[in-house]
């Protein structure tokens, strides 16, 4: 489970997350959505720990982030918008890596790391450096990655970009089978349709405010019946 | 926790290595087309060349016992100014901390997985330009197996005391300073600071030799005057170049251990105390 109660969060004079409270339980795929620069990323960079919190808290399982971080980073995967990291590593070393940080043991990670590049169509590529991979092969790789240790609380950042259809086939499919083994799937998306299709709850974000939170169909209901998401995701960034 | 530390450190090392482009990633050789590799070679020359006609010269006019105390003074400017411009870098603004700070790793394992990081790019420097000339030196004057075991104990322990120092002035400016929120305007502060320091030391120096009428043997005695003054400041040089010399071995070795163990304790200590919370801060402003 993910709360975020009342963060707020400033680059200098430029308010940009603003008294945002949010809970995102066990078991649900929740989507952020919201146009550029509405604060999705920064948000999802203080769940992680990535950024500080001018103001509030954010639990992950009851941890907090700012008293507690290495507790509340356990339950944690992140899949980063950009998956340009780790490069000058193969994928089997990153994926050691990952292992043993989260410590998983040695028969477990064998057996995971074969069964996921499988999924992944990835077990050709692991003693290659990942700064030879595509982009969609860096995604897929920190995607195996992020599942070795099977965190209770899957956060991704725009996770779609650069996939091949077949890998954005699995990964819905993963996601939505990781959300169903009662764990937190929390994501963010430009794609309107999929987080139509994938989601429990959406959460609509911008200028650093949430402006709805609840399923698309109430989201329907509360406006007009017959629109599709985007028209109704137009209709309320227009709004606000 | 060592685990982890060791872990950090490797991959920050890697990095780090990997991005001056000196090992050719597909044939897992040296590689013989980067700047850098030529770099060192051409340094490695110089150097043995430089430090040869010096030890030459000094024997010469019987001043040889003066060359490690020119040369550890040197050495350990440099690797005070290369370390004063990396470690911001380093601790601060590098792009693999972004990637890190997802995972459960304590702020103290972090934090000294970079000190280690920044005391191995030290060596580096220290293998290039300290070891030969050492060598040389101890070969031009037929000192015992002693001699080369205190210089690789001075070697090994030089640069981590020369972290510790700059580490913690580093934390404390970063702290103190809110105005240093990224890397170019602290790199621009240093950078200016350390040019004039460098200029106004070079005109001192040329003065005294232009005032000296250009003898050597005048301006190799200024140059130790120079060296001796700035070793005791240092606190450790002087001891090490005592046991290189196989004056007080005993109760320099005390003084060294006591140094380290307090320096460095107070450095574990401020690190897992601010910094962590200013780096959350500084990649806020990135």
């Known amino acids: 489970m993910i709360k975020i109660e009342n963060v707020s969060k400033s680059y200098g004079n430029k308010k940009v997350v603003d008294n945002l409270n949010l809970t995102i339980n066990d078991g649900e795929i929740f989507g952020f959505l919201g146009p550029n620069g509405a604060g999705k990323t920064t948000i999802i960079k ?26 509340a980073k356990e339950n944690i995967g992140l899949i980063p918008d950009s998956p340009d990291i780790f490069l000058n590593l193969k994928g089997i070393e990153y994926l050691n890596f990952v292992a043993d940080i989260y410590k998983v043991g040695k028969v477990e990670r064998i057996n995971r790391i074969k069964e996921l590049s499988e999924r992944f169509n990835m077990i050709k590529f692991l003693e290659e450096k990942i700064e030879n991979y595509s982009h969609g092969m860096r995604q897929k790789i920190i995607i195996i990655g992020v599942l070795l240790h099977t965190p209770k609380n899957w956060i991704l950042d725009e996770p779609i970009t650069g996939l091949d259809p077949k890998a954005i086939y699995d990964l819905k499919q993963t996601m939505k089978d990781y959300a169903n083994r009662g764990n937190t799937v ?55 | 926790m060592i685990k982890n530390i060791m872990l950090l450190t490797k991959l920050f090392t890697i990095n780090y290595v990997q991005n001056l482009n000196i090992i050719d990633k597909k044939k897992n050789k040296i590689n013989l087309k980067s700047v850098y590799v030529w770099m060192i070679i051409i340094l490695l020359m110089a150097i043995c060349f430089i430090s040869n006609q010096i ?161 050597f043997q005048n301006t190799i005695i200024n140059l130790n005057d120079i060296a001796i003054y700035i070793n005791k400041t240092t606190i450790v040089i002087n001891p090490f170049i005592q046991i290189l010399h196989g004056k007080n071995i005993i109760s320099n070795i005390i003084k060294l251990f006591m140094i380290y163990i307090v320096t460095f304790t107070s450095l574990v200590y401020i690190g897992s105390k601010k910094y962590f919370k200013r780096l959350l801060t500084v990649k806020s402003y990135r």
């Open chain 1, 46 to 71: 203080m769940i992680t720990g990535i950024l500080s919190i001018d103001k509030g808290d954010i639990k992950i399982d009851n941890n907090s982030i700012i008293k507690n971080p290495v507790k």
């Open chain 1, 186 to 240: 929390f994501f963010s998306t430009h794609i309107l349709e999929v987080a139509e299709k994938l989601c429990d709850k959406v959460g609509i974000i911008n200028k650093g405010n949430l402006i709805y939170v609840g399923t698309i169909e109430e989201l329907k209901q509360k406006l007009k019946d017959d629109e599709s998401l985007e028209e109704l995701f137009m209709e309320l960034i227009e709004n606000d």
């Open chain 2, 55 to 215: 030890i030459k010269s000094l024997q010469g006019i019987g001043q040889e016992g003066i060359f490690p105390n020119i040369y550890f003074t040197f050495i350990f400017l440099l690797l005070v100014m290369q370390s004063i411009l990396i470690c911001p870098n380093i601790f601060y603004f590098s792009k693999d901390i972004e990637m890190i700070l997802p995972y459960p790793i304590k702020p103290t394992e972090l934090f000294l997985a970079k000190f280690n990081t920044l005391v191995g790019i030290l060596y580096v420097t220290e293998l290039i330009f300290m070891i030969i000339p050492m060598i040389m030196y101890g070969i031009a004057i037929h000192i015992g197996i002693g001699y080369y075991i205190a210089l690789i104990s001075a070697i090994i322990l030089i640069p981590i005391f020369i972290c510790i120092i700059i580490t913690f002035f580093n934390i404390l400016l970063i702290n103190l300073f809110k105005i240093i929120k990224n890397e170019n305007v602290y790199q621009l502060l240093i950078s200016t600071l350390l040019i004039t320091i460098v200029f106004f030391s070079e005109y001192q120096f040329i003065s005294n030799i232009i005032k000296n009428e250009q003898n």
